[in-house]
């Protein structure tokens, strides 16, 4: 199990010796998107403690490793191949935004390893690729519930979209 996600307040995680599987938080330290990312990391963090005192996945320990992708496709994509080709991580959580999460699904997919993309919502991250899934509907499904909205229950004919657009994918 590996998250490349954001920000882990500094220090990597220790790593649990594992014959089942390993986990990885791949950390975003940078931009806004941080702040949510270290309940996604936390969140696991915890999962993995109550798994593992539970007795584990069938008698195993599962182990966290955690890869800081910063938010950028070129270190998520060095992450992610560590994870697969070093460290053998078997599930993957993904990056936080669509942008560096865009160059893990092909990654995972063609190394047959599963993705769970976390907050990545651009269309197409999980077309034809049977090993990614996603957690959050794609954009195109969001929009097209917004106008929906907008339409059908505000009435409104005018609307104003700010956004925050960097490599992240935001």
């Known amino acids: ?6 920000e882990w307040h500094g220090a990597q995680p220790a790593l649990y ?20 990312a270290s309940f996604i990391a936390f969140a696991v963090e915890l999962a993995v403690d109550e798994i593992n005192n539970g007795g584990g996945v069938n008698g195993k320990k599962l ?3 955690v890869e800081d992708d910063a938010s950028d496709s070129t ?12 460290d053998n991580v078997d599930y993957i959580i993904s990056a936080q935004g669509s942008g560096a999460t865009s160059v893990l699904t092909p990654i995972a997919n063609e ?6 993309i976390t907050l990545g919502s651009a269309p197409g ?40 657009m960097f490599e992240g994918g935001l």
């Open 63 to 65: 182990s966290l490793l």
């Open 75 to 86: 270190k998520a994509a060095s992450a992610i191949n560590k994870l697969i080709n070093i």
């Open 125 to 164: 991250l999980t077309s034809g690729k049977e090993y990614v899934f996603r957690s959050v509907p794609s954009d195109v499904y969001q929009a097209s519930k917004m106008v929906d909205y907008i339409n059908g229950v505000l009435k409104s004919k005018k609307i104003e979209i700010c956004t925050l």
């Open 111 to 116: 190394n047959k390893r599963i993705l769970m």
């Open 17 to 36: 010796p594992s014959s089942i599987a390993k986990s990885c938080p791949s950390a975003c330290l940078e931009y806004s998107i941080s702040f949510s």
């Open 1 to 6: 199990l590996c998250i490349p996600s954001c």
